[in-house]
């Protein structure tokens, strides 16, 4: 590993292994003594060889996207689906408040499988407590509408429904593009990894890591309107919405707030999931078109 951790103001890249080095672009520079000699000039091996392998990455606001084999179409086009959840809003004004590293013991494909809000009322006690909020009893439709593409489902709030602001009044609100005052936030899972919620005041993210097939390492970020996201005196209105995240606890493992309280009820089905007999899933069409989405978007990209 030519770089075991971040760093910045670099401009050779050296391995500590044998102190092989490269520049910025990849190049190689150095192979110091591999012949014996300190320069290692004329050692036989082609120095325009054995640069560091290019990879394809794209950046959308906060987010680098990598493509390893280089064959995924351009991201604008890939991430073109999310304009149905960002319509209105400017990205472009909010900043990074904090990024946390934590870790489940599931699969990465726990979290796409939870794409719905069927599950909201029983496994986010405290946070979500009516069904009413998540379900209208007239027309049995869920309070989030499903939107599917290829790469993205989205889990949007209907016109009209409750303000998405997770209890941070004082916040100051995302900027709304002229015309788009009532635009709604949502969620979206954009395949196979990240998510993205957009509430009113906030962002919030996760990027599914998979380490092991039952071990994921999750990167969680959250991103304010402006000087919102890093001002010691808007602590005290992000709290509330941290803490409907994170739980007061702030604990991966203190199941209450809404990524622990997820985090377990993936650790448990992982459990289930391991059994001879568990083969088999029921969909809920009011609810789970997203999961049914997802499993065929797996099944397209392992083919
Ligand atoms: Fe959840």
Redesign the pocket.
């Known amino acids: 590993m030519v770089l075991a951790q971040p760093a910045k103001g670099l401009n050779i890249l050296r391995c500590p292994y044998h102190a092989w080095a490269w520049d910025l672009e990849g190049t190689l520079k150095g192979m110091p003594y591999f012949d014996g000699t300190p320069d290692s000039r004329d050692c036989g091996l082609d120095w325009s060889k054995n640069g560091l392998v290019p990879v394809r990455v794209g950046v959308w606001h906060h987010w680098v996207f990598v493509n390893l084999d280089g064959n995924a179409p351009p991201l604008e086009e890939y991430l073109a689906p999310m304009n149905e959840l960002t319509a209105g809003f400017d990205l472009g004004a909010t900043r990074m408040h904090k990024r946390l590293d934590w870790e489940f013991n599931a699969n990465w494909k726990f979290q796409n499988d939870?794409w719905e809000t069927y599950?909201?009322v029983w496994?986010?006690e405290g946070i979500f407590t009516k069904m009413s909020e998540d379900l209208d009893f007239e027309t049995r439709e869920p309070r989030m509408q499903t939107l599917q593409w290829d790469n993205v489902v989205t889990l949007k709030r209907r016109p009209g429904s409750n303000r998405l602001t997770f209890n941070g009044e004082g916040l100051p609100l995302i900027p709304r593009m002229a015309g788009h005052e009532d635009a709604t936030g949502g969620t979206s899972l954009i395949f196979p990894n990240v998510t993205i919620t957009v509430s009113e005041n906030h962002l919030a993210s996760v990027i599914t890591d998979p380490l092991a097939p039952d071990k994921t390492h999750a990167i969680l970020g959250f991103f304010f309107a402006g000087d919102a996201a890093t001002s010691p005196e808007m602590e005290a209105f992000r709290k509330p919405v941290l803490d409907r995240w994170l739980g007061k606890s702030r604990d991966s493992r203190g199941m209450d707030g809404?990524r622990s309280?997820?985090f377990s009820?993936w650790e448990s089905q992982q459990i289930a999931r391991r059994s001879a007999v568990a083969d088999d899933v029921k969909f809920s069409a009011v609810w789970e078109k997203n999961i049914h989405h997802f499993h065929n978007q797996m099944v397209n990209a392992l083919i």
Request: aromatic fraction near 0%; charged fraction near 10%; avoid cysteine.
């Open positions: 939870n599950h909201h496994v986010h809404i309280q997820d009820i």
